[in-house]
């Protein structure tokens, strides 16, 4: 879809889930474009977590295909991997509800999302329990990564409270800052700004696009590919927007086009209008 040499970071083809008898998704292709914020929007069982967790591997997709082309120009064929892997290979994700380890600090849990590169960098050796400066490096920049993401997301401050006392926004904010402390080519994001007030959904706003050009952190700019229900968020920070209906697309392209879209105004901001 991009007009340019540099590759997509993510492209989904004639993506198919079926459940038994239904047709979650059907023949839905898009692509991500590197360096932006896209938007899956649609209107309830549109299908729209269903292609999340097909991306994600949380499904193994009916049909179809979804190929990554990770910041270093590798590609990687997702709907053939488990979720681990995919994970591995550079997607990290968020839920629609929180699942952090609300006992545990807002440090612990950056920290813990950064288990597995940690002890791959030691090569899962007994160093880790010698403390052996290879590990003793790669844990000193592990905090220092949890560190950056916390001054990111304003939570320094309460880096040492457990998780679960944060206000509903932070805790909001430390899960895309715990998906970021994996260093993915690709964030994932499944309605981020539900339950969120107007200042948290500022904030939040701010974050993302933060986020996709590299400004929050030393970490490099990362594509999103985000689902919302909150269309003013949609139309602000969004990039590309993609739009499902009964598990088909319906339209796709730059947030103005969409807006106007009389097949999108009939199925969703249309259906959205009359509430
Ligand atoms: N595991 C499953 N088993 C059976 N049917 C499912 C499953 N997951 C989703 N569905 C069905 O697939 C369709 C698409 O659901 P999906 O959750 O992907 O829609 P959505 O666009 O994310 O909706 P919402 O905006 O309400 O979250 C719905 O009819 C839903 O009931």
Not at 50 to 76: K, Q, S
Not at 203 to 230: F, K, V
Request: hydrophobic fraction near 45%; charged fraction near 20%; include cysteine.
């Amino acid at each position: 879809m991009s007009t340019t040499l540099v590759p997509d970071i993510l492209s989904v083809e004639e993506l198919t889930m079926r459940f038994g008898g239904l047709l979650a998704v059907d023949r839905v292709s898009f692509e991500v474009p590197r360096g932006t914020i896209t938007a899956l929007i649609g209107p309830n069982g549109a299908g729209k977590t269903t292609v999340f967790n097909c991306i994600t591997g949380f499904y193994r997709p009916t049909g179809g295909a979804v190929r990554l082309t990770t910041h270093e120009g590798r590609e990687v064929i997702l709907n053939t991997l488990k979720d681990h892997n995919i994970a591995r290979a550079g997607v990290a994700r968020t839920f629609q509800n929180i699942r952090l380890f609300a006992g545990m600090t807002a440090l612990e849990n950056l920290l813990i999302a950064q288990h597995g590169p940690l002890h791959r960098a030691t090569g899962f050796g007994i160093g880790a329990l010698l403390g052996i400066s290879g590990y003793k490096a790669a844990e000193a920049a592990a905090i220092e990564r949890a560190a950056e993401w916390l001054r990111a997301i304003g939570l320094i401050a309460r880096a040492d409270d457990p998780a679960g006392s944060l206000p509903y926004g932070d805790q909001r904010r430390l899960e895309i800052a715990r998906a970021m402390c994996t260093g993915p080519s690709l964030l994932c994001l499944d309605e981020p700004a539900a339950g969120l007030n107007p200042r948290e959904s500022d904030d939040l706003a701010r974050l993302l696009l933060s986020i996709r050009d590299g400004t929050a952190t030393s970490a490099a700019p990362t594509s999103i590919l985000l689902i919302e229900h909150d269309m003013g968020i949609v139309m602000r920070i969004s990039d590309h927007v993609v739009v499902l209906d009964h598990g088909k697309k319906i339209a796709e392209g730059p947030p103005a086009a969409i807006r106007q879209d009389p097949h999108v105004i009939a199925a969703y901001l249309g259906e959205a209008e009359q509430e």
